[in-house]
């Protein structure tokens, strides 16, 4: 399967600006080394070919990732369970990629490694977070009766009359789940091309 270096390149562009997008908010550290990671397994085996040192490194980089997501902290639960798995994804990743065939000619390194049942559960999950985390993106639930509407009078936030100006773009909500489901798209396509 000699997938384009179109498809290659592009998900290395999404990994990046995922990645710079996580790395402007503090606290989503830990999701921008996750695009890093996966913009570096992007990178066309013809340009870099990472069987050799990329499984150890990933693996236990992402082990680790795993490890602290566990912890109890600022994340909620199901938060902390989304980074379990896509740490765990990038080690399974990491170490098919070790195990394809170095040189391929593959776009991306892993053509044919993994097994078929992880790499459908795994499939499963991320298609399954895609399509709810877009789904709440696009058709954001509306406000409870009786809530504060943003802006309203005496309401915090512009022209409302509140004291704090709006929170500058990139902290907000929207650009972190948008972030989230995009480096979680990027993860289904590499899943495909294993």
């Known amino acids: 399967m000699g997938e384009p270096l179109l498809v ?15 790395l ?8 921008a080394v996750m695009g890093a990671g996966m913009a570096v397994m992007a990178v066309p ?8 040192w990329v499984a150890p490194v990933f693996a236990v980089v ?19 369970v989304h980074h379990v798995v896509c740490s765990a994804a990038m080690v399974y990743m990491a170490v098919a990629m070790a195990q ?26 991320f298609a399954a977070y895609v399509l709810r985390a877009g789904v709440r993106l696009a058709f954001p639930p509306l406000p ?4 504060l509407i943003p802006g309203a009078p005496g309401t915090p ?7 704090s100006g709006p929170a500058p ?19 289904l396509v590499m899943l495909l091309l294993l």
């Open 45 to 52: 085996a013809s340009v870099l070919d990472p069987h050799r």
């Open 8 to 22: 290659a390149w592009l998900l290395v562009a999404l990994s990046a600006a995922s990645a710079a997008s996580c």
């Open 100 to 125: 394809a065939p170095p040189g391929d000619g593959h776009a991306m390194a892993m053509g044919g490694a993994g097994t078929p049942a992880a790499t459908g559960l795994l499939l499963a999950y």
């Open 157 to 163: 936030g512009p022209g409302g009359g509140g004291a």
């Open 169 to 187: 773009l990139r902290h907000s909500a929207e650009v972190a789940a948008a972030c989230r489901v995009s480096m979680a798209l990027g993860m």
């Open 144 to 147: 409870a009766t009786g809530a």
């Open 62 to 80: 992402y082990a680790a990732a795993a490890l602290r997501a566990l912890l109890p902290g600022t994340h909620a639960a199901g938060h902390r």
């Open 24 to 31: 402007a908010r503090a606290k989503d550290r830990g999701e």
